[in-house]
């Protein structure tokens, strides 16, 4: 199983940017796919996730900023990140888990995002 993200980068205040998860070995549509995020100093916590029925959850700090989506045919997991501010700056990894499971069994490398003027 593989996990790998990309689009990370530096952007500024109220930027916008695209975080891509292709995973192979298991399919996104029938697991629990999930984006979380680790900044300097702080605990890793789950920012979005997306369950096999296709409902998603966010974290408080970034409801009506964030949008989780998977593309099925693509095996692919999309984080879109609009209004960007300084303290999202994190490094953002893609989880995947068993929908019976309460650990994230599957981790991508992490990819980092910075968000500064």
């Known amino acids: 199983v593989q996990l790998v993200e990309s689009g990370g980068g530096l952007v500024q205040p109220g930027g916008s940017l695209r975080l891509s998860c292709a995973v192979s070995g298991i399919r996104v549509s029938l697991n629990t796919m999930a984006w979380h995020r680790q900044a300097p100093g702080k605990q890793r916590e789950l920012v979005a996730r997306?369950?096999?029925?296709?409902?998603?959850d966010y974290a408080d700090s970034v409801k009506g900023r964030f949008t989780i989506s998977r593309d099925n045919a693509r095996n692919t997991v999309y984080l879109q990140m609009n209004s960007l501010k300084p303290e999202d700056t994190a490094v953002y990894y893609c989880a995947a888990k068993n929908p019976g499971l309460s650990d994230y069994k599957y981790w991508g490398q992490g990819t980092q995002v910075t968000v500064s003027s």
């Open positions: 997306i369950t096999r029925g296709g409902s998603t």
